[in-house]
């Protein structure tokens, strides 16, 4: 899903709890810096490495990684990347989600309750074995170092710039980035992409739904013209009006 020079969407698709889903990993690169938002779930590093392989990235170049908050959908890959490749790789983070990323305090959609609601969610086919992994991760979950703490406001130099936006509710230390040379929004779990239309945050995915929706407003005082939803994916249709409508409870 290609953006424009530097920028690119990575649609990563694959059978999670027994259905498809597609997420929408970031790559933000220019010719000292290469920049992966967020990572995936647990085992899908060689699916990320493909999709960027397609569009010519080389991984050695990887020195960066952003998690744009806690979700094992966001985190799981995270410390096979850093296994994987050789290269140093900075990790950054809110510093709200760091201690949850580094598994010095659980995750917060993830207890008792949540673990059994998600295996009962399972397909009845889905075999013993691979009920038994999928449990092990969600007990388990991975955990990695996150080296820089990025605060709300704060202008990344990078790749001709990246604005950290705090936007909580999804999560208490939930960030959206802002790539200012492309004018690129990557969202991602603050809004989603459903049927071709930009909707607010999920409710059923918040820790606080009512913080998620207000912290839309963030986004009114950027000029935007392409959001990355990391579900959803790609949406430019009149983007600031739109997010002006969300902001505003429409």
């Known amino acids: 899903m290609f953006i424009t020079n530097g920028v690119q969407g990575l649609e990563v698709s694959s059978n999670v709890m027994g259905r498809m889903d597609t997420i929408y990993p970031t790559l933000v690169w220019d010719t000292d810096h290469t920049i992966l938002v967020d990572t995936g779930y647990p085992g899908q590093w060689p699916l990320i490495r493909q999709e960027a392989e397609k569009s010519g990235i080389a991984w050695d170049t990887l020195n960066k990684v952003i998690i744009t908050h806690q979700d ?6 995270l410390p096979t990347i850093l296994n994987v490749l050789p290269q140093p790789i900075e990790v950054l983070a809110n510093d709200v989600e760091k ?6 305090k659980r995750l917060l959609k993830i207890n008792p309750e949540s673990v059994a609601q998600a295996m009962d ?3 009845e086919n889905v ?10 991760v ?9 080296d820089k703490t990025v605060a709300d406001g704060e202008e990344l130099p990078y790749c001709g710039g990246i604005v950290v936006i705090h936007t909580p509710g999804h999560t208490p230390g939930h960030i959206s980035l802002y790539h200012i040379q492309s004018k ?8 989603i992409v459903a049927n071709g239309e930009l909707l607010g945050p999920d409710p ?12 839309l407003k963030k986004f009114v005082q950027y000029d935007i013209e ?6 959803g994916g790609l949406y430019k249709d009149n983007v600031n009006r739109r997010i002006a409508e969300l902001a505003n409870g429409q």
């Open 99 to 104: 201690p949850y990323i580094q598994g010095e």
């Open 184 to 191: 690129t929004l990557i969202a991602g779990d603050s809004m």
């Open 204 to 215: 059923q995915y918040c820790i606080d739904a009512d913080l998620a929706v207000n912290s």
């Open 226 to 231: 392409t959001i990355i939803c990391y579900h």
């Open 138 to 146: 969600l007990e388990n979950p991975p955990k990695s170092k996150v």
């Open 127 to 136: 075999p013993e074995e691979w009920r038994k992994a999928f449990r092990q």
């Open 121 to 123: 969610s399972l397909p």
């Open 72 to 77: 094992l959908d966001h985190i799981g890959s």
